[in-house]
């Protein structure tokens, strides 16, 4: 069983940075690939990033390509997501997600192949 709890959340203007992080209650958090998604309102739940139990490899979204970087501490149990210049269209409950899937030398991006989510933390950017 794998608990995840984001944190980091908030309002900030566009243009303006955050970090969000998800603490994971688990034995061996290196078993598990990490990523984030955002659903923002009337939205359907989209990909944002990912990254594998080793931190070999990442993978990002077209939308957040060089504004957003995932990264993680296995000692720390913790997944981070810096955001820079960011936009009202990134706008969203951001939610992170821990899986054993991987797809080749890269990890998931679906959804669907993802075990156990965190409660999500609001992230809201204003023009």
């Known amino acids: 069983q794998v608990q995840l709890v984001e944190s980091g959340g908030g309002l900030v203007q566009a243009g303006g940075s955050l970090r969000l992080s998800c603490a994971a209650s688990?034995?061996?958090?290196?078993?598990?690939?990490m990523g984030w998604f955002r659903r923002a309102p009337g939205k359907k739940r989209d990909f944002v990033a990912a990254?594998?139990?080793?931190?070999?490899?990442?993978i990002y979204a077209d939308s957040v390509k060089g504004r957003f970087t995932i990264s993680r501490d296995n000692v720390a149990n913790t997944v981070y997501l810096q955001m820079n210049s960011l936009e009202p269209e990134d706008t969203a409950v951001y939610y992170c997600?821990?899986?054993?899937?991987?797809?080749?030398?890269?990890?998931?991006?679906?959804?669907?192949?993802?075990?156990?989510w965190g409660q999500g933390t609001q992230v809201t950017v204003s023009s």
């Open positions: 688990v034995r061996t958090f290196s078993n598990y690939g």
């Open positions: 997600a821990a899986t054993t899937i991987t797809r080749g030398e890269l990890p998931t991006t679906r959804g669907g192949e993802y075990d156990y």
């Open positions: 990254i594998t139990w080793s931190s070999s490899s990442t």
